[in-house]
T-cell receptor, first 113, second 111 residues
């Protein structure tokens, strides 16, 4: 069964460092998303991406965040200068068509120290 | 006003019983509704989606949607201990691609 894969599963970084979280969406999907979940809190939307551009973003997704689809398979989330409060699980998701269900990857646990 | 509201629980049901999970949402223009299951430390796993008023059944799961009341529910029949998890209600507001999640209801199925 096709699935969304994310790497790494756990990333520890020092405050102020740049991190790149990687995702391989389901191969025939067209819509890609990043969500995050701070420990004990709800899943929060960060950004959606379609046709090689950001289609929607939340207030969390400020200038420190960026997304890219560098090739035909990968979808990345970059945090330029990490802060302690960026520590969370980051989930990548993809969907095949607009307004349909999204399938989540297993997540990357980001710990900023 | 919270966009998607769920009772945090825990909801405890005995094995074999029906578990009923409820969710209300604030955006009357919402089009798509999802139930995800999340085990501790894991990612959300899609259980059901529903787009039209009424009931939708898939195996032991039934999703119910009432747009007039802005209410969506999930029924789990013949609950099993392996169903013990947090169930996340998620709603796609009208005109958006993002999905807004509730805080989740923790379900405990007692053997």
């Amino acid at each position: 069964e096709p699935e969304v894969t994310q790497t790494p599963s756990h990333q520890v970084t020092q405050m102020g460092q740049e991190v790149i979280l990687r995702c391989v969406p389901i191969s025939n999907h067209l819509y890609f998303y990043w969500y995050r979940q701070i420990l004990g809190q709800k899943v929060e939307f960060l950004v959606s991406f379609y046709n090689n551009e950001i289609s929607e973003k939340s207030e969390i997704f400020d200038d420190q965040f960026s997304v890219e689809r560098p090739d035909g398979s990968n979808f990345t989330l970059k945090i330029r200068s990490t802060k302690l409060e960026d520590s969370a699980m980051y989930f990548c998701a993809s969907s095949g068509r607009m307004n349909t269900e999204a399938f989540f990857g297993q997540g990357t646990r980001l710990t900023v120290v | 006003q919270k966009e998607v509201e769920q009772n945090s629980g825990p909801l405890s049901v005995p094995e074999g019983a029906i578990a009923s999970l409820n969710c209300t949402y604030s955006d009357r223009g919402s089009q798509s509704f999802f139930w995800y299951r999340q085990y501790s430390g894991k990612s959300p796993e899609l259980i059901m989606f529903i787009y039209s008023n009424g009931d939708k059944e898939d195996g032991r799961f039934t999703a119910q949607l009432n747009k007039a009341s802005q209410y969506v529910s999930l029924l789990i029949r013949d609950s099993q201990p392996s169903d013990s998890a947090t169930y996340l209600c998620a709603v796609r507001p009208g005109g958006y691609q993002k999905v807004t999640f509730g805080t989740g209801t923790k379900l405990q199925v007692i053997p």
